[in-house]
């Protein structure tokens, strides 16, 4: 059974930073790409980032671009985002997820079939 399993979420002022964690279990994760999406209150679920399976490519949302970093440890079979510059405006439920299908990297929301329970993040302006 896949478990993704978020962390590093919490309040931080405008400028600040912050690192999430999402722990993956149950399939052979260095075969599937790997995405971060939020939701904002009242708001749909975003794409914020993605990696591909080896890392060695990776994709993001207009909004975050020069700001946030995915990264991921295959042999830990986890994956990171660290957000820099925070704003006001990411604050949101952020959650991990694995793509669907092996060697396909979307940013779509349908494109990820196993999702984690979610992190808060909020920035205080």
């Known amino acids: 059974q896949v478990q993704l399993v978020e962390s590093g979420g919490g309040l931080v002022q405008a400028g600040g930073s912050l690192r999430l964690s999402c722990a993956a279990s149950?399939?052979?994760?260095?075969?599937?790409?790997m995405g971060w999406f939020r939701q904002a209150p009242g708001k749909e679920r975003e794409f914020v980032a993605a990696i591909s399976w080896s890392g060695g490519s990776t994709r993001y949302a207009d909004s975050v671009k020069g700001r946030f970093t995915i990264s991921r440890d295959n042999a830990k079979n986890t994956v990171y985002l660290q957000m820099n510059s925070l704003k006001p405006e990411d604050t949101a439920v952020y959650y991990c997820a694995v793509a669907a299908r092996t060697y396909y990297m979307g940013n779509y929301y349908s494109e990820y079939d196993y999702w984690g329970q979610g992190t808060q993040v909020t920035v205080s302006s």
């Open positions: 149950g399939r052979t994760f260095s075969s599937y790409a």
